[in-house]
């Protein structure tokens, strides 16, 4: 006979890593609330205070804005796969796993995709970009704006000098970036923006918000065959979201619910005051790590963002066991590599509610206990002792929790 299987009882979990990241409990109380169906007239107005409060945090006026239902990778399948047609040719900017993604997504199209690429821990050079598209008809220029897998951020303006020189789309991957640093959809004149919910929103994992720009629309409309996907397929899901509330897919009600609450806690904290609380926790972070004599893998400081921290792995550390004990001890958990950066580095994600400094003086704290029990040696209470003297030359209070 089979055992029954126990009551669900999920550890709880310091997660410091590139999402998911903590949820805020208003989240999931909100989650909690009685399901209704997708077509109830009470629902569809909760779609319009989503769709308006995801404008406010992407800055847009963009009237296609939504959270598709998929994680953050549904998201560059709709970003990619809806402008795409025969004969195109586009390029991403691959300069670590998930700008790779956006190339590998972006192959299964018919249109021809050039990579154009940098080394891990850099960004891409826009030179390369110009070199690149020269003499052809481009019909984006992706990339991601915070690369996940090595901790990089790109600066947008650059690329979308390059995209207009070329005449091309730009579509950016704000998956790792959205309400944790400056980003501004209209000002910064991305055509397509997506993200995801389990990052710097601190919503659950499992939808993927997107904006378009008319310019795109137009584009969508020329086409002259289907989008090669029925689910990401942008243009019969607006009649859902838009006016018309055709049924198209049965969207995830409780994690909208979540979502409408997590934006809601953006927008309250505000974005510039939320943008300044991770830039500081990113800050007393970096200057802990070096204290304790670890160095950082992004070199140039200029490149790092602020939302992932990746730092290289001392060689006669070990990587799993070194993150085995955070967790067991500590119930901290942080990522490794991914990709090419396995086992090379860790990734320690300091992103929405889980972007606090009660959590980077554990995190510190608790490194310390686990490298001196691996053996290695290190100055006594650096890295903390140097996190709180940051935090105090920002003019923070240390004993502050999140949102404040
Ligand atoms: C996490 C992440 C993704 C993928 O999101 P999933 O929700 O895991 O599908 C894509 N791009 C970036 C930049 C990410 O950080």
């Not at 963002?305 to 799993?320: Q, S």
Request: hydrophobic content about 40%; aromatic content about 6%.
């Amino acid at each position: 006979m089979k055992e029954i299987i126990g009551e669900l009882i999920p550890p709880t979990r310091v997660m410091m890593t590139p999402g998911p990241s903590c949820m805020d409990p208003r989240v999931y109380r909100a989650m909690s609330a009685p399901l209704v169906g997708h077509l109830d007239p009470w629902f569809l107005e909760m779609m319009n205070d989503v769709q308006v409060l995801l404008r406010r945090v992407f800055q847009t006026e963009n009237r296609i804005t939504y959270p598709v239902s998929a994680s953050g990778s549904g998201g560059i399948e709709a970003a990619v796969l809806n402008p795409l047609e025969e004969g195109d040719e586009c390029i991403v900017c691959a300069n670590g796993m998930f700008s790779e993604r956006m190339a590998v997504i972006a192959e299964r199209s018919p249109a021809k995709v050039i990579r154009v690429e940098a080394p891990l821990g850099r960004t891409v050079d826009p030179e390369d970009i110009r070199r690149a598209g020269k003499g052809k008809k481009i019909k984006f220029v992706g990339l991601a704006h915070g690369e996940t897998s090595t901790g990089v951020v790109q600066r947008l303006e650059n690329y979308r000098k390059v995209a207009d020189e070329l005449g091309a789309l730009l579509i950016v991957d704000t998956v790792a970036s959205l309400a944790g640093i400056p980003l501004n959809v209209d000002r910064e004149r991305i055509d397509i923006c997506f993200s995801g919910t389990q990052k710097a929103i601190s919503a659950p994992p499992g939808m993927a918000p997107i904006t378009i720009n008319s310019r795109v629309e137009d584009v969508i409309r020329a086409r002259k065959k289907k989008v090669e996907s029925w689910y990401f397929d942008i243009t019969p899901i607006m009649t859902m979201w838009g006016t018309e509330r055709n049924y198209h897919h049965t969207p995830p009600v409780s994690l909208i619910y979540g979502l409408r609450e997590a934006l809601r806690i953006v927008l309250e904290e505000g974005l510039e005051a939320r943008w300044e609380r991770h830039q500081r926790n990113q800050q007393a972070l970096v200057a802990g790590i070096e204290a304790m004599g670890l160095e950082l893998f992004v070199s140039d400081p200029a490149d790092r963002l602020v939302t992932v921290t990746a730092v290289k792995i001392p060689a006669e550390l070990e990587d799993r066991k070194v993150r085995q004990q955070l967790l067991d001890e500590f119930n901290i958990e942080i990522a490794g590599g991914i990709g090419k950066t396995k086992g090379q580095i860790w990734r320690i994600g300091l992103m929405g509610y889980s972007s606090q400094n009660t959590n980077v003086l554990l995190f510190l704290a608790a490194l310390e206990k686990v490298l001196l029990d691996q053996g290695r040696r290190l100055p006594a209470g650096a890295g903390v002792a140097t996190a709180i003297r940051s935090y105090q030359a920002s003019g923070q209070q240390v004993a502050v929790g999140a949102r404040k």
